[in-house]
C-alpha cells in the first residue's frame, strides 16, 4: 500500500510538471524572441566563362526576430532552407560580388511575412572574388628553409609541378609573375625529403593545382680535394704572369655519390692581372668555376707569389 501511495504521489508530481511545461511553452511561443536560422547558399545563373576565385560560403544564418510561433512555424517549412541567389542580382564591384545585409533582407523579407522581422546575418558582409576565364601560367618559388644534419649534404631539391595555372581577374593577373610556396622548415634532415606543401596567394587569387610536392635529396657528406692550375687573365700581350705555385688545392664538401664525379677539370682558379697591386708581393686567388652541388669550397694557399716578365719582341 505504502508503494502505491508513493507511486500515485509520484504520478501526480509528473502530470503537473508536464502541465507546467506546455503552459509555459505555449506562453514562451507567444512572446516576441531572436533565433537564428541556418540557409543552403546557391548562386544561381553564373555565366559558363566565370570562375570563382575566392570561396563562395556553403550557408548563411539569419537572425530573425518575432513571435516564437511564427519562427517555429517558418522553420517547419520543407520550401525554406536555401537561398537561391541570382547572380545577375548581386552587387559587383572591379570582379567582386558583394554580399551584404541588404542582400540577404531583401531575400528574406518578402518570404517572411508580417510574422518575422529581418535583423542581422552571419558573415555580415563579404566579398566573393571571381574571373573571366582568364588564366596564366607562372613558375612556383620555394620560400622555405631547408637545414641538413650537420653530417649530411643537400644535393638538391625539385618541386611536381614547378608550374601553376592561375585564375584572377585581369587587375590581378597582369602583376603576378610568380607563386610562392607556404614558408616551412624542414630542419636537421637526414634522409630524402617527400612532402606537400601549399601554395601561398592572396586574396581573389586561385591556383591550379593549389598545393606542390616538394622531393629534397639528402646524402651523407665527404670532404674532398683536388689540384688545380692557376690561370692568369687579362695579361697583356708584351707580359708574362708567372706564380709561386703554379697550382692551388681546392677542397669542398660533397655527397657520397657525387664524389667521384668531381673531378679538377670541373674548377676554374685565376688571378686576375687588373687587381694586382704593385706594391705588394702577393696576390689573390679566385674561384671562377665550380661545381653547383658542392659546398664549403675553400682555397690553399689564397694567396700565392708571381712575378711580371716583359715579353722582349
Keep these: 500500500m505504502r508503494l502505491v501511495r508513493v507511486q ?5 508530481f509528473l502530470v503537473f510538471l508536464l502541465v507546467a511545461i506546455v503552459f509555459w511553452f505555449m506562453q514562451a511561443m507567444q512572446e516576441t ?9 546557391n548562386i544561381t545563373n553564373v555565366p559558363k566563362e566565370i570562375i570563382f576565385t575566392s570561396e563562395v560560403p556553403k550557408t548563411i544564418s539569419i537572425s530573425v526576430s518575432g513571435r516564437g510561433w511564427s519562427i517555429l512555424q517558418y522553420w517547419s ?22 554580399l551584404d545585409g541588404n542582400l540577404w533582407k531583401r ?13 542581422s546575418s552571419l558573415p555580415g558582409s563579404l566579398e566573393v572574388y571571381y574571373s573571366n ?14 637545414t641538413p644534419h650537420p653530417q649530411y649534404l643537400i644535393c638538391g631539391f625539385t618541386m611536381e609541378p614547378d608550374s601553376v595555372d592561375v585564375i584572377a581577374p585581369v587587375y590581378l593577373l597582369d602583376s603576378i609573375t610568380q607563386v610562392n610556396t607556404a614558408a616551412q622548415k624542414f630542419m636537421n634532415l637526414e634522409d630524402t625529403l617527400d612532402v606537400s606543401i601549399p601554395l601561398q596567394v592572396s586574396a581573389g587569387i586561385k591556383v591550379l593545382p593549389d598545393s606542390v ?6 646524402d651523407l657528406f ?8 692557376i690561370y692568369c687573365e687579362n695579361i697583356p700581350a708584351n707580359k708574362v704572369l708567372r706564380t709561386f705555385p703554379s697550382k692551388a688545392q681546392v677542397s669542398f664538401h660533397v655527397s657520397s655519390s657525387m664524389m667521384s664525379k668531381v673531378s679538377p677539370r670541373d674548377f676554374v682558379v685565376v688571378v686576375d692581372y687588373n687587381e694586382l697591386d704593385s706594391g705588394q708581393k702577393k696576390c689573390s686567388l679566385q674561384l671562377r668555376t665550380y661545381p653547383e652541388h658542392i659546398s664549403h669550397v675553400r682555397i690553399f694557399p689564397d694567396q700565392i707569389e708571381y712575378v711580371i716578365e716583359q715579353v722582349l719582341e
Design 8 to 12: 500515485r504521489n509520484i504520478l501526480t
Design 33 to 41: 524572441t531572436t533565433a537564428p536560422l541556418t540557409y543552403k547558399l
Design 77 to 98: 517549412r520543407k520550401d525554406n532552407h536555401e537561398l537561391n541567389v541570382d547572380f545577375s542580382d548581386i552587387e559587383k564591384s572591379n570582379s567582386k560580388l558583394i
Design 107 to 119: 531575400l528574406t523579407q518578402k518570404d517572411f511575412g508580417n510574422g518575422l522581422r529581418y535583423v
Design 133 to 146: 576565364g582568364l588564366t596564366k601560367r607562372v613558375p612556383v618559388v620555394f620560400k622555405g628553409t631547408l
Design 213 to 218: 610536392r616538394l622531393n629534397v635529396c639528402v
Design 222 to 229: 665527404t670532404e674532398k680535394t683536388v689540384e688545380v692550375p
